[in-house]
């Protein structure tokens, strides 16, 4: 059997071992605090890879197998050893779960721990000894520069290539400034910066007037809190669109709401402002909303207005805006006032300056006259009256750019005679990222955040969703707006210079182009790609690119006319599924999904085609994904299998936290998978998916989530991490076919790998093993113990159903889960619980299947629910939930056990049945949250502590411990006496609030793109 060539050349770390929980951990901190890495405050860029996760991609994939851990450990700048990582971690996750404040058990985060020259000397030799020279990397498609930022920082040769301009300027900045020109920029931006400032608030000062409020006097505005209006239908009076009528609304404090007061005769409305609460002076609630569920609501009439007829009203220009809040930051805290009339004669007087300047700065092209594409994923601007990119900000906010650009031009010239023409340009270019900062912080998609209070910016989230409220900064305000932006972005910008690196880290070699064709790369050259490629549709990078480009190529097309020489960014070779590029008249939406996905996996095909090229024949090919549909892992290994590389390993890290595991409510962790692909040597020939070879994948899939499971993953990255191991096998050959000379597709292995693993893991849960046990029970219980969740997304329902051989449809069909756009819920025993019992008749029917066959079609979806007293039970789930329902219709205590002993003998249910064997797996299966007698999922469920009751009375089995333990105080010393030197910190934990919809945020987007 032909190894894929692996034989020859020595294993990788990446390949035999990877601390993959820890990292998660790390990955997690990245993001989770509000600390987040430099690199990432600097400038926007969509679905940037934690630097943890980098960095152990890069330095995993050029070091030996035998390197030793401990160094390894030090390298990816863990505070201490894994296990300690992990137990902190766990330690935080319990201390949440029950609301203790414990002293934070981490040590500083690793993106910002030192790298010592002696741990980077050992990797450097090792990895030279290795590789015959330091090995060198690229990443072909950089983004915001994660991998080729965390790979020069360790010290090897990195060469970075991306095909979007506006990331390649955010990879200039990221990866060659700090290199070259070092942390001095910032200050000297700083400087600059202050001057550009001084020009803009001595033009601009005069449209954000002070007002001597009668209240808190004469206090600067920090931002301006505006409704989009239409004209009411029936009174053609502007009425305001407000899905919230909340300003503040802080946990535990008192919420303020501005209160619309209508002079219908007038045809006008102001506000006034009023906390939310008893007594004088307050409101009891906030007013009713006038925009909600895709409707307005006109406050002159009461009248409905359509979606419909608001967009007819946007789409003719008569839209209009109206200030409805000033926030003021008083030593009080933060606070709102109505407007007054200076106020709006300052917008007034805004208005008229643009439209006296406007012409002038078209002609000079100074703000973005271009039209948003006809063809996009995301129609909302157009549909919603913004036809041009300056239509995303209100009038005051372009003149205020407008007036930005005009003095960054002017100073450009002044900055590069005194600081020469390499560093003043450096300069212009953070500038210019201030420009953008401030514009994706004050645009008329900005809104202000009730909860957080603060403003969200327009990429919050990956569109352009449409905004009835929107936030507008005070620009010219010390401290606030364009103060905040510079320093903001100045600041990232040191702090990247600043990171700890190695004393031969380099400028990284960069490019713009696609990675289907890097021309400037000599064939067999590279020794380690690491790459991390778009997800098939999650992020349509040049669509939002767009939002920037149109301000970068005014203020840095000058420098750089190769990057944007073009209307808007290019798009033809990105490598992204965005189905409304193939949507045309005579295309049906559904040839034009395929077409897309079609494009983008061809695109894919062609990148590692690429890879394979440019990469010597002992190389490494390390991908980064995240997507977990199935079907998108099939696309990449079939892409990689096609373009010529055996897959060797994958590595599942958890990203983003997995924060209502405890809750059972969804499961809502994401990880990264670290795939590693190798060359394939030529003419591996055909392999035949004989018994031989799929005993073979089923072998190294159990034992790859066996080792995954020792390093910490939970079970459904053990089951993911399968996969990797099980690939090796598959793709170790050319082409797979079976006995009859069929393709095997890459589907049938993973189905292979995934069942292997479910199989192993229903086997530690019950030791007895579940024969007898419908699939659909063993689904259930899988569910349980490999999601920790009710609610979990559909792809992982699908990739569990695929384990038990059914299919999500048949287990909505058996009455076993509810299915709602992406999301599966498993139904509890109430919710499966039928009015009545079964008579005689209908119970053969059931058993025998006929009642389909007799029409009676709507009754069979209630045949499959349960009654106690039903005569028969389909499957040993019923039965088991049956048990639960009669436990509880009699009061649980000793009447539940007695009625449910009744039950169980009228059944004869006893110890060993496969009945008591379910209960006992979902028992060991269940998550805290279940086993628990207070929260909402322990109300949900009720029946695991039902189970949990009977077990010994009943069945003479000892039940599982489930006495709650607080957190380990010996551990937690252990980890204070490791982790404190800067366990400051207290962290509060209190019931996780994560999933919470806040009343403003669902309005505000109802209005999905196509
Ligand atoms: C997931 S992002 C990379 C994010 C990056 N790892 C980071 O942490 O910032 C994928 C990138 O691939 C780029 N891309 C899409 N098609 C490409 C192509 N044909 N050639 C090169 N880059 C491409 C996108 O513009 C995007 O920046």
Redesign the pocket.
């Known amino acids: 059997m032909p190894d894929g060539g692996k034989a020859e050349r020595p294993r990788l770390l990446i390949e035999d071992w990877l601390p993959a929980a820890a990292i998660g951990v790390e990955c997690i901190r990245e993001r989770s605090t509000g600390q987040q890495p430099p690199d990432k405050r600097f400038h926007v860029?969509?679905?940037?890879?934690p630097l943890a996760a980098?960095r152990a991609a890069v330095l995993a994939s050029v070091l030996p197998a035998d390197f030793p851990r401990d160094v390894f450990e030090r390298l990816m700048g863990f505070w201490g050893p894994t296990s300690l990582i992990i137990a902190g971690e766990a330690l935080l996750i319990a201390a949440k779960a029950s609301g203790a404040k414990i002293v934070n058990p981490h040590g500083p985060r690793a993106f910002r721990a030192p790298l010592t020259d002696k741990d980077l000397s050992r990797a450097h030799a090792a990895a030279a000894r290795l590789w015959g020279h330091l090995p060198i990397v690229m990443?072909?498609?950089?983004?915001?520069?994660?991998?080729p930022l965390e790979s020069t920082r360790l010290g090897f040769p990195t060469l970075a290539?991306?095909?979007?301009p506006v990331?390649c300027s955010v990879l200039e900045a990221t990866l060659d400034y700090p290199f070259r020109l070092g942390p001095t920029l910032a200050d000297q931006s700083r400087k600059w910066g202050s001057i550009w400032r001084q020009r803009f608030v001595a033009r601009m000062g005069r449209f954000f007037p002070l007002v001597n409020d009668s209240m808190y006097g004469e206090v600067p505005p920090l931002c301006y809190i505006f409704a989009r209006t239409v004209p009411c239908p029936t009174t053609a009076h502007m009425t305001p669109l407000v899905p919230d009528w909340h300003l503040l609304k802080p946990k535990g404090g008192i919420a303020l709401v501005a209160v619309p007061i209508v002079d219908r005769a007038a045809g006008t409305w102001k506000t006034e402002i009023r906390p939310v609460g008893v007594g004088p002076g307050n409101v009891p609630s906030a007013p009713a909303r006038s925009y909600t569920k895709g409707k307005g609501i006109s406050l002159f009439t009461g009248e409905s207005i359509s979606g419909d007829w608001i967009k007819a009203q946007a789409q003719a220009g008569k839209m209009g805006n109206a200030l409805y809040a000033v926030g003021l930051k008083t030593p009080q805290g933060l606070t709102f006032r109505p407007p007054q009339q200076a106020d709006l004669d300052a917008l007034a007087a805004a208005d008229s300056q643009l439209l006296q300047l406007r012409a002038d700065w078209e002609a000079k092209n100074l703000i973005p006259t271009e039209l948003y594409p006809e063809i996009s994923s995301d129609h909302r601007p157009r549909s919603y009256g913004m036809p041009k990119w300056a239509d995303m900000f209100s009038p005051r906010q372009l003149l205020g750019f407008g007036v930005l650009m005009q003095e960054l031009q002017g100073l450009k010239a002044e900055i590069i005679a005194e600081e020469g023409e390499e560093r003043g340009e450096a300069i212009v270019h953070l500038l210019a990222f201030v420009l953008d900062k401030l514009a994706n912080w004050n645009s008329i998609l900005s809104t202000w955040n009730v909860n957080a209070q603060t403003v969200r910016s327009v990429f919050d989230r990956h569109d352009f969703s449409f905004k009835f409220t929107f936030s507008e900064m005070a620009p010219v305000v010390a401290g606030g707006g364009l103060a905040w932006a510079l320093d903001n972005a100045c600041s990232a910008y040191e702090e990247v210079a600043k990171l700890s690196r190695s004393k031969i880290s380099q400028v990284v070699d960069m490019s713009q182009?696609?990675?289907?064709s890097l021309i400037h790369i000599g064939d067999n050259s590279l020794d380690a790609i690491v790459v991390?490629?778009?997800?098939s549709d999650n992020?349509q990078?040049?669509e939002l690119a767009d939002f920037f480009y149109v301000w970068l190529k005014r203020n840095q097309g000058h420098r750089r006319p190769e990057w944007f020489s073009s209307l808007l960014c290019e798009n033809d070779?990105?490598?992204?599924k965005n189905d409304a590029r193939f949507r045309n008249t005579t295309t049906s939406g559904k040839a034009a999904k395929a077409a897309a996905q079609a494009h983008y996996q061809d695109?894919m095909t062609k990148?590692f085609l690429e890879a394979r090229r440019v990469l010597r024949a002992e190389g490494v090919l390390t991908v980064?994904f995240t997507h977990k549909k199935q079907e998108a892992w099939e696309a990449l290994f079939e892409s990689l299998i096609e373009a010529g590389f055996t897959i060797t390993a994958t590595w599942p890290i958890v990203t983003e936290g997995a924060h209502s595991l405890h809750q059972a409510k969804k499961n809502a962790a994401q990880s990264t998978v670290i795939l590693v692909a190798r060359v394939r040597a030529p003419r591996a020939g055909t392999g035949y998916f004989d018994a031989a070879m799929q005993a073979r994948i089923r072998a190294v899939a159990e034992a790859a989530a066996d080792r995954l499971s020792g390093e910490g993953l939970n079970p459904v990255d053990q089951l993911v991490g399968s996969f990797g191991p099980a690939m090796e096998v598959f793709s170790a050959f050319d082409s797979v076919r079976t006995d009859t000379g069929d393709a095997v597709s890459v589907g049938a292995a993973i189905d292979i790998a995934a069942d292997a693993v479910a199989g192993w893991r229903i086997r530690k849960l019950a030791a007895g093993g579940l024969q007898g046990v419908e699939p659909e029970a063993q689904f259930a219980l899988l569910c349980w113990d490999t999601l920790g969740a009710a609610e979990f997304r559909f792809n992982e329902a699908k990739l569990l159903g695929h384990a038990v051989g059914m299919d999500v449809s048949s287990l909505e069909l058996a009455g076993l889960i509810a299915v709602k756009a992406d999301k599966v819920n498993i139904l509890s025993a109430a919710d499966r619980r039928r009015d009545a019992p079964l008579r005689e008749e209908e119970a053969q029917q059931l058993l025998f299947g006929t009642i389909q066959a007799t029409g009676k079609k709507a009754k069979k979806s209630d045949a499959l629910k349960i009654h106690p007293r039903d005569p028969v039970f389909r499957t040993h789930l019923d039965r088991a939930q049956a048990l639960a329902l009669a436990y509880a219709d009699a009061g649980g205590g000793a009447a539940g056990i007695g009625a449910a002993r009744a039950l169980a003998n009228r059944h004869g249910v006893k110890a060993g049945d496969p009945t008591v064997r379910l209960i006992e797996a979902l028992l060991k299966a269940s998550p805290l949250a279940l086993r628990r007698d207070k929260g909402a999922a322990a109300l949900k469920f009720p029946e695991f502590r039902a189970w949990h009751a009977m077990l010994q009375p009943l069945f003479g089995i000892t039940p599982p411990d489930w006495t709650e333990k607080g957190p380990d105080q010996g551990m937690l010393a252990l980890l204070a006496a490791k982790g404190t030197a800067v366990a400051e910190e207290e962290i509060e934990l209190a019931a996780d609030d994560e999933e919470e919809e806040e009343e403003g945020d669902t309005e505000q987007d109802e209005d999905d793109a196509e």
């Open positions: 860029w969509w679905a940037r890879r980098s990443d072909p498609m950089a983004g915001g520069g994660s991998i290539n991306e095909y979007n990331a182009g696609s990675a289907t991390d490629p778009p997800y992020v990078y040049s070779d990105e490598a992204v695109l990148v980064m």
